[in-house]
């Protein structure tokens, strides 16, 4: 399985603000994902991101509040832009398991706890 | 749209025993997969098992087994000789075969092992 590592661990933003989160994997993969979880809540998932192309985001997420950034295999970025409480959430990367072994599992990160005030 | 039901949003179980949670699923597609995960205070998402829907022999995984009934659209994990580290919060998910690989989460199950 991959080791995954994200930064920061945790942290305390001013509403307004913009955060960035950085997902470094320690080999190369194809698909990258991030989760929001909300306090107390399951896992929803904001977008995929593929090296070399532009996020996909699910209904309900967009490109202007959560821009991604894929520059290669390793690595990728979350910024959740002009905060408010309600984004107060833990955020987490994945990575998928398996590509051409047909695994479908995903790798997680350790998880950005984010909270707004 | 596939959805995943945890019906039991806390459960507890004493140390050494033997504890099961459910989970259901809804799809009308033939190729998938379903996992469970662990998540403990620390909220580090930790694969426990995974199961593929073409496989009818359950997975197992140490103290980890699953029962799954693909006609009731059930899939249950079974913790035999349950140990203080399992307390955490176990979460089923299901993927679709295919390109997209998105997970699907249900709500969780709080597992809380008592010595």
């Known amino acids: 399985s991959a080791v995954i590592s994200q930064k920061p661990s945790r942290d305390i933003c001013q509403r307004g603000t913009s955060l960035t989160i950085q997902c470094q994997v320690d080999?190369?993969?194809?698909?990258m994902f991030w989760y929001r979880q909300q306090p107390g809540q399951s896992l929803t998932l904001i977008a995929t991101?593929?090296?070399?192309?532009?996020?996909?985001?699910e209904s309900g997420f967009v490109i202007d509040k959560f821009p991604i950034s894929r520059p290669n295999l390793t690595f990728s970025t979350l910024t959740v832009s002009n905060m408010s409480p309600e984004d107060s959430s833990i955020y987490l990367c994945?990575?998928?398991?398996?590509?051409?072994?047909?695994?479908?599992?995903?790798?997680f990160g350790p998880g950005t706890r984010l909270t707004v005030t | 749209a596939q959805t995943v039901t945890q019906s039991q949003p806390e459960m507890s179980v004493q140390e050494a025993e033997t504890v099961t949670l459910s989970c259901t699923y809804d799809?009308?597609?033939?190729?998938?997969?379903l996992f469970w995960y662990k998540q403990p205070p620390s909220r580090q998402m930790i694969l426990v098992i995974r199961?593929?829907?073409?496989?009818?022999q359950n997975a197992t995984e140490n103290r980890f087994s699953v029962n799954f009934q693909k006609a009731a659209k059930s899939f249950s994990l079974k913790i035999s000789d349950s140990q203080l580290g399992d307390t955490a919060m176990y979460f089923c998910?299901?993927?679709?075969?295919?390109?997209?690989?998105?997970?699907?989460f249900g709500s969780g199950t709080q597992l809380t092992v008592l010595p």
């Open positions: 199961q593929e829907a073409y496989k009818q």
């Open positions: 994945s990575v998928d398991g398996g590509g051409g072994r047909g695994s479908y599992e995903q790798y």
């Open positions: 991101a593929n090296q070399g192309s532009e996020a996909t985001y």
């Open positions: 080999s190369q993969v194809t698909m």
């Open positions: 799809t009308s597609e033939n190729n998938y997969y």
């Open positions: 998910a299901f993927v679709l075969s295919g390109s997209a690989r998105q997970l699907t």
